[in-house]
């Protein structure tokens, strides 16, 4: 079965960090651009940052710029997202994507993975 | 950055009905234009991707269309499970992706 499966959320105080991952099965990883994608609570969907799939393209939201950073591992057909200096507006389920084979959509979605800032 | 801009908000509808819903970008995005739908604590599915292409397994009930700035998606004969919040994103200038802010489909 093609998924991906979020893991790493929780509640931090503002200021702090952690760290989300996404474990992909069923394709092959090391193919696809894969994105993380947020949703706040009683909000739309937000697009926060992008990998190309040999990490050599990678983009970022203006909102979560400098502060997060994205990385793969396609030995491990692993994507993470490093998240530093947290915010209380930073609270949201946290989705990663994949993009489709020659459909630039983002076909694949995991259940997400929620993170709480709050002191 | 390409703002997308659903309407309506909120759309209410008898199971069986047909629904529209409408997602009108800032500038043309061609047919790089997907939708999405969302149930709450699910994963967001992919509906359509290029403006009219039903993702694998989508039922044929949905259907979108549109070029350029203006595009719908069409749900005919609504199932008690098409109720949801709708989601249109292009994928055609990017960085960044951008989403519209949604539109829920209520009973």
């Known amino acids: 079965e093609v998924q991906l499966v979020e893991s790493g959320g929780g509640p931090v105080k503002p200021g702090g960090s952690l760290r989300l991952s996404c474990a992909a099965s069923?394709?092959?990883?090391?193919?696809?651009?894969i994105n993380w994608v947020r949703q706040a609570p009683g909000k739309g969907l937000e697009w926060v940052s992008s990998i190309s799939s040999s990490s050599t393209y990678i983009f970022y939201a203006d909102s979560v710029k400098g502060r997060f950073t994205i990385s793969r591992d396609n030995a491990k057909n692993s994507l993470h997202l490093q998240m530093n200096s947290l915010r209380a507006e930073d609270t949201a389920v946290y989705y990663c994507?994949?993009?489709?084979?020659?459909?630039?959509?983002?076909?694949?979605w995991g259940q997400g993975t929620m993170v709480t800032v709050s002191s | 950055e390409i703002v997308m801009t659903q309407s309506p908000a909120t759309v209410s509808v008898s199971p069986g009905e047909r629904a529209t819903l409408s997602c009108r970008a800032s500038q043309s995005v061609s047919t790089n234009l997907a939708w999405y739908q969302h149930k709450p604590g699910q994963a967001p599915r992919l509906l359509i991707y290029?403006?009219?292409t039903r993702a694998t397994g989508i039922p044929a009930r949905f259907s979108g269309s549109g070029s350029g700035t203006e595009f719908t998606l069409t749900i005919s004969s609504l199932q008690s499970e098409d109720f949801a919040v709708y989601y249109c994103q292009q994928h055609h200038n990017w960085p960044p992706y951008t989403f519209g802010q949604g539109t829920k489909l209520e009973i």
């Open positions: 994507a994949r993009v489709g084979d020659g459909s630039g959509a983002f076909d694949i």
């Open positions: 290029g403006a009219s």
């Open positions: 069923g394709f092959t990883f090391s193919n696809h651009n």
